[in-house]
């Protein structure tokens, strides 16, 4: 039973965010080590593991895994330690070298050049200033004395003085060192009580706060390994160039720029910082600094537009803007450590906020996902009056699918806003102005950009916005994904909801082959009745489609559209076109996208009749796996289907319980209508949320028939890597699944396949 919900009112919000962030200043010096510890943690934890397999005790492990951790540490500070002692020998030979350079840069400032004429004046000026503030200084007062000048001499410290200033000085650090490994070895030598006890502070949901903890750990991990990786691969070239421009100690500044990487913004420049002023004291002229400096831009501009990219991906899931305000943030906080740990505590911070709803707001403030889905992004530009960002938007969606899926899973969600909006009295006459023409200038923005060409057959569809302005705007999106799909449609020049004798007349004797009523009325059965009639009397042999925005699903299924006159109705772009195209009897044109056959199908085909899994005595197991995956993802029907050169096969099914363990596969649809031909084609996992608005099965008739709104799969493979069918889920309504959840399920189709591997590694043995 999941727990209620309760939101804090704002002030009681910013009181406890006041609270946490006194408490995160005063008490730094105990959560500083530890949240060093922590982090040390996530990556030592693996290590940690995989000496556990092995059967050693988890102390013993423990400890050895912080000896080698100190030792390394130790190691790299005992080599650093006397690389610098080495360059420090070298110091006067530095010294020389850089007077030489400075002697120079005074005999050029001292010849006459641009700024000589001011300089004098400056001289001048300062040696008036000198001479008024000396006369001043030499005529004291009448009746006072000159103060006399007095000199403090320090004495020099004895024994014990010198020995607590150098404890003053190592004393906080080797207490942070020591405190964050007592804290290491205690979060790795019991990891569990340390998560349970996060989880009761947490609080609420123990599924949602478990689940925050894996993501938040598994992020952090993945990050600070990646930037491990990262600064390798920056040291590693950094010491080689170095080495090769001859700078001294060229090992040190590589590794000490893989150290100094792991602070965000500053460690970068600080890194490179020690190469260039070396190679400014060791080189009389300036070749060496000009060419450290060349190196260290071309491997920061390889760094962060190749290497970070591509390895660090979306691993952090941070806004560019809330990682700068992170740093900001913690650095005030925690000082420079802060810095170093700022990223990953506001990972975990995101983590949280994403997974626990009382502190979602953590998410929006700090994710780097849109705040908004693109639907309301645009909803709210247009209701803004920026017409030029919502076709910016739109153009961006369209560049990644096509006008028409722009229209379907963006143009048609708008507009539904707009018309919820103005049913519920939210939105003013401003409001409704700025949609109409907004979105106005964005269909016409799309039909210029993504012009459709003009067949030369007479009118075949004309698409009329029947009741109100929305309408128009739904008639004239349909109209161009009619036309970008080969029909030779237009939407009416009319205001909407007007059939009139004028249209009628303009269309001549021949009118149009099929007429689109856009409704977003939720109750259009009147209006509907009355055009379909005039349309029909008119055109007898034309056929009316009803294009009801608001309305899909089952409720559209149930709607008695034989009573109203018209010939079908349907509720998105895609099966609007779909219809349009059936009913004007396009030769070639299925509305939907076969599943295809791979170059190595008959190989396939043959590993799955030599497989084994059409065996009648696995039906029992598969029905088994079929009801744990229905149960894990709480889902109507899972299966699990066989596809060979032209049928799709059931051998496991969660929906029939109860039945023999012992069956041949059931023969379902042919492979060309199965969306489980899609996956083996496709060699991997597939999920679609909604059936009804995909262009590839929106008019799939298998689907149809059988009410099919969702879909996921993921492929099965034999030991060989042969794809032999699927482990899918099924639902009757739109479904969302999430990337972990696609992951699992491809871990479960895994799991199917594991016996019959297992079989066919022992029958190749024997």
């Known amino acids: 039973m999941q727990e209620p919900e309760t939101s804090l009112p704002l002030p009681q919000r910013l009181l406890a965010v006041a609270v946490v962030v006194t408490a995160l200043y005063f008490g730094r010096d105990l959560l500083i080590p530890l949240a060093l510890a922590t982090l040390l943690a996530f990556v030592l934890a693996p290590l940690t593991d995989r000496i556990r397999r092995l059967g050693v005790p988890r102390a013993v492990t423990v400890t050895v895994v912080v000896a080698i951790t100190l030792g390394a540490l130790v190691g790299l500070s005992l080599f650093m330690a006397g690389h610098v002692r080495v360059l420090g020998k070298e110091l006067p030979t530095y010294q020389r070298n850089i007077a030489a350079k400075f002697d120079r840069f005074r005999v050029q400032l001292r010849t006459p050049g641009v700024f000589s004429e001011a300089s004098r004046v400056i001289d001048a000026v300062e040696s008036e200033i000198e001479q008024t503030q000396g006369e001043f200084d030499d005529k004291p007062a009448t009746g006072t004395r000159r103060p006399a000048r007095v000199e403090l001499v320090p004495t020099t410290p004895g024994a014990f003085e010198t020995v607590g200033r150098w404890l003053e000085r190592i004393g906080p650090p080797a207490a942070l060192f020591g405190t964050t490994l007592i804290y290491l070895f205690l979060v790795l030598l019991n990891p569990g009580d340390l998560r349970d006890r996060l989880v009761s502070l947490l609080g609420g949901s123990v599924h949602r706060t478990t689940d925050a903890l894996n993501d938040a750990g598994q992020r952090v991990s993945r990050y600070l390994t990646m930037q491990l990786?990262?600064?390798?691969?920056?040291?590693?070239?950094?010491?080689?160039?170095?080495?090769?421009?001859?700078?001294?100690?060229?090992?040190?500044?590589?590794?000490?720029?893989?150290?100094?990487?792991?602070?965000?913004?500053?460690?970068?420049?600080?890194?490179?910082?020690?190469?260039?002023?070396?190679?400014?004291?060791?080189?009389?002229?300036?070749?060496?600094?000009?060419?450290?400096?060349?190196?260290?831009?071309?491997?920061?501009?390889?760094?962060?537009?190749?290497?970070?990219?591509?390895?660090?991906?979306?691993?952090?899931?941070?806004?560019?803007?809330?990682?700068?305000?992170?740093?900001?943030?913690?650095?005030?906080?925690?000082?420079?450590?802060?810095?170093?740990?700022?990223?990953?505590?506001?990972?975990?911070?995101?983590?949280?906020?994403?997974?626990?709803?009382?502190?979602?707001?953590?998410?929006?403030?700090?994710?780097?996902?849109?705040?908004?889905?693109?639907?309301?992004?645009?909803?709210?530009?247009?209701?803004?009056?920026?017409?030029?960002?919502?076709?910016?938007?739109?153009?961006?969606?369209?560049?990644?699918?096509?006008?028409?899926?722009?229209?379907?899973?963006?143009?048609?969600?708008?507009?539904?806003?707009?018309?919820?909006?103005?049913?519920?009295?939210?939105?003013?006459?401003?409001?409704?102005?700025?949609?109409?023409?907004?979105?106005?200038?964005?269909?016409?923005?799309?039909?210029?950009?993504?012009?459709?060409?003009?067949?030369?057959?007479?009118?075949?569809?004309?698409?009329?916005?029947?009741?109100?302005?929305?309408?128009?705007?739904?008639?004239?999106?349909?109209?161009?994904?009619?036309?970008?799909?080969?029909?030779?449609?237009?939407?009416?020049?009319?205001?909407?909801?007007?059939?009139?004798?004028?249209?009628?007349?303009?269309?001549?004797?021949?009118?149009?082959?099929?007429?689109?009523?856009?409704?977003?009325?939720?109750?259009?059965?009147?209006?509907?009745?009355?055009?379909?009639?005039?349309?029909?009397?008119?055109?007898?042999?034309?056929?009316?489609?009803?294009?009801?925005?608001?309305?899909?699903?089952?409720?559209?299924?149930?709607?008695?559209?034989?009573?109203?006159?018209?010939?079908?109705?349907?509720?998105?772009?895609?099966?609007?076109?779909?219809?349009?195209?059936?009913?004007?009897?396009?030769?070639?044109?299925?509305?939907?996208?076969?599943?295809?056959?791979?170059a190595d199908d008959a190989q396939r085909v043959q590993a799955l009749r030599d497989s084994g899994v059409l065996d009648a005595s696995l039906r029992g197991t598969f029905d088994s796996a079929a009801r744990r995956a229905a149960d894990i993802f709480d889902v109507p029907v899972a299966m699990i289907t066989l596809i060979d050169e032209q049928w799709q096969y059931t051998h496991g099914d969660s929906a029939k319980a109860g039945r023999l363990g012992v069956g041949e596969p059931e023969r379902g649809p042919q492979r060309s209508d199965s969306m489980c031909g899609h996956v083996v084609a496709g060699g991997a996992a597939l999920v679609v949320p909604d059936v009804q608005r995909d262009p590839r099965f929106a008019a799939n008739p298998a689907l149809i028939e059988n009410a099919i709104r969702f879909y996921a799969g993921a492929p099965l493979r034999d030991a060989e890597g042969h794809i032999l069918g699927t482990l899918c889920l099924l639902d009757t309504q739109p479904r969302t699944m999430s990337l972990r959840d696609a992951k699992l399920l491809e871990s479960l189709a895994d799991e199917v396949m594991v016996p019959l591997r297992n079989r066919t590694r022992a029958a190749g043995t024997a």
Not at 457 to 476: M, N, Q, Y
Not at 485 to 501: E, L, N
Request: charged share 15%; aromatic share 8%.
């Open 229 to 598: 990786v990262v600064n390798l691969c920056y040291a590693v070239p950094m010491a080689a160039g170095l080495w090769l421009i001859g700078i001294p100690g060229a090992l040190l500044w590589g590794l000490l720029s893989a150290v100094l990487r792991f602070i965000p913004y500053v460690g970068s420049l600080v890194g490179a910082a020690f190469p260039l002023m070396l190679a400014f004291a060791v080189d009389p002229g300036w070749t060496m600094v000009a060419w450290a400096l060349a190196l260290i831009v071309v491997l920061e501009l390889i760094s962060n537009n190749i290497v970070e990219p591509w390895l660090y991906g979306s691993s952090t899931g941070l806004s560019a803007m809330s990682l700068i305000v992170a740093a900001t943030f913690w650095t005030a906080l925690w000082g420079p450590i802060g810095l170093v740990l700022s990223t990953p505590l506001t990972v975990c911070m995101l983590v949280i906020g994403r997974h626990l709803p009382q502190l979602a707001f953590l998410d929006v403030m700090l994710g780097s996902r849109p705040a908004l889905e693109l639907p309301s992004r645009m909803y709210q530009r247009l209701l803004a009056g920026n017409s030029a960002d919502a076709i910016e938007l739109a153009e961006e969606s369209v560049a990644g699918s096509s006008p028409r899926q722009f229209y379907e899973d963006v143009g048609i969600p708008v507009l539904r806003m707009a018309t919820v909006d103005h049913r519920l009295q939210e939105a003013s006459a401003e409001h409704r102005h700025r949609i109409v023409s907004g979105m106005s200038a964005v269909i016409d923005e799309l039909r210029v950009r993504h012009a459709a060409e003009r067949p030369q057959a007479p009118l075949e569809a004309l698409c009329i916005g029947s009741r109100w302005t929305v309408d128009t705007l739904g008639a004239g999106m349909a109209a161009h994904a009619l036309a970008l799909d080969g029909v030779a449609a237009m939407a009416a020049p009319t205001a909407a909801g007007a059939v009139t004798a004028e249209l009628i007349a303009s269309l001549g004797s021949e009118g149009a082959k099929v007429f689109v009523l856009s409704y977003f009325s939720p109750q259009p059965q009147e209006h509907a009745q009355y055009f379909s009639r005039r349309l029909k009397r008119r055109w007898p042999d034309s056929k009316v489609i009803l294009a009801l925005w608001n309305v899909e699903g089952a409720e559209l299924a149930a709607l008695p559209i034989s009573d109203w006159g018209v010939d079908a109705a349907v509720g998105s772009i895609n099966a609007l076109v779909t219809e349009v195209c059936a009913r004007l009897k396009r030769e070639g044109t299925v509305g939907w996208t076969p599943a295809q056959y791979g």
